[in-house]
């Protein structure tokens, strides 16, 4: 028996959000349902994105889907992209943090290189190599 974890992300904007993912890692959306596909839905909220599936950085997969309650960024739960090319690092750290805030300025420490940004959307990212 096996599992697969995706992360799931609440969102302000699930397709402005998804379209920064795509451009500062790469990435596709496979998929999109909004809530206007559901029977009754109101109309107000008929183009909300109700479930988004998105790839980036390769074959990783996020989850969005627009929230109807406050946002809030946290570092209880945090992403991290492991790469195995340091220039393809630096470049995914350069690009979340557009907008965002540096955490730990991407530097090599004992373990390797490591850097930790939040990005504009209140996402805590730590990338590594």
């Not at 959306?29 to 839905?41: L, Y």
């Not at 183009?47 to 074959?59: E, F, I, N, R």
């Not at 996020?62 to 960024?73: K, R, T």
């Amino acid at each position: 028996m096996g599992a697969q974890l995706n992360p799931y992300i609440m969102s302000k904007d699930a397709r402005t959000q998804a379209e920064f993912y795509k451009q500062a890692l790469g990435g596709e959306v496979q998929s999109v349902m909004t809530f206007g596909q559901m029977p009754n839905t109101p109309e107000a909220v008929k183009d909300k994105v109700m479930h988004m599936v998105l790839t980036v950085a390769g074959t990783n997969t996020l989850f969005l889907s627009d929230a109807f309650e406050p946002v809030s960024g946290s570092r209880h739960i945090v992403l991290a992209l492991s790469y195995d090319n340091e220039s393809e690092a630096r470049t995914a750290y350069a690009n979340l943090s557009e907008g965002g805030a540096v955490k730990y300025p991407f530097d090599l420490q004992p373990w390797g290189y490591y850097g930790e940004v939040v990005d504009k959307f209140g996402v805590t990212w730590q990338i590594v190599k």
